[in-house]
């Protein structure tokens, strides 16, 4: 029985940026963002992409919506091929895709109303006018659990929490299918994460939704996540699906994460590891496998040739020498 297509599917996404770096002669580097990352989100599937900062989980899923330009790569919504798209056809498919920014203050305009924050999305798309309008707005202020006299305030008069909240309720208010969910709770309280999380799960469930959920908390991937993509520099190294991922961790990186975060038991005997050194600059990565550095099982191969992707069976893949075997 052959597996149905992707909601989602990324293939061969890159981002270069270039800038100015040094004083007092400053000299242009280019940065590989993104060099060559390729996943695909399930129908009703949370999907998440985990990884230290700086590795570029946020700028894919950016490009993929857009507001970043990719510099090349494919991205396809269903059948529709998003890059190739004129302004009209992208504004039309922002319909259908949509974004959960990470700070919750930065991301509301402080000026406007919340209430004419969500209902902007939806007059633009022609989803309801007037009386309608204003009761869509109630509805979605209901839904994600704030009271209707909210629509009333300004966004500075709320919690973070509330904050992000309302940015949740936006996001909906043009009925998406796919939620990029960039760090949605990184920036709350670690009470106030969990709401926010069974809020999104509970969406979910109710409204079928699919996400990409962006964030470097592994436990909260694992408990949120049903597929995983572990990025590092720029890159995929390990993909697959929860909870075997962090069961069974093939690549190196992926086992130094998992032995470096908490287990949510305090019966459990668990030795913390410390992942040693820094994450190299995405302006001059390593020479071969980019994680041989701080990897305690490199070898001269590592150091000269980066690892091709081998797909292990059961939907998961790795990039790494020690499976070329």
Known sequence: MTQAAPLLQVEGLR?????KRGFPNPRTVTVRALDGVDFGVREGEAFGL??????????????LLRLIEPDEGRVRFRD???????????????????????DPYASLNPKRLVGKALAEPMRVHGLAEGRALAERVRALLDEVGLPPEAAERYP?????????????????????????ADEPVSALDVSIQAQV???????????????????????????????????????????????????????????TLRAASPVPDPRAR?????????????SAPPPGC???????????RCRVEYPAWKEMGQGRGVACHLYDR
């Open 15 to 19: 981002k270069f940026f270039t800038v």
């Open 80 to 102: 529709t091929d998003v890059l190739a798209l004129d302004r009209q056809a992208l504004r039309a498919l922002r319909r259908k895709i949509q974004i959960v920014f990470q």
């Open 270 to 282: 668990v030795t913390m590891v410390r992942i040693e050194g820094e994450v190299p600059s995405a």
């Open 197 to 255: 999380l069974l809020l999104l799960r509970g969406l979910q469930d109710k409204r079928g939704l699919s996400y990409l959920f962006v964030s470097h908390d592994l436990g909260v991937v694992r408990w949120f996540c049903q597929g995983v993509a572990v990025m590092y520099l720029g890159r995929i190294v390990e993909r697959g699906p929860l909870p075997q991922m962090f069961d069974e961790p093939l690549h190196p990186y992926t086992q």
């Open 156 to 180: 500075h008069e709320f919690s973070g929490g509330q904050r992000q909240r309302i940015g949740i309720a936006r996001a909906l208010s043009v009925e998406p299918e796919l939620v990029v």
């Open 50 to 63: 985990v990884g230290e900062s700086g590795c570029g989980k946020s700028t894919a899923g950016r490009a």
């Open 290 to 300: 980019h994680f041989h550095p701080r990897c305690p099982h490199a070898t001269e």
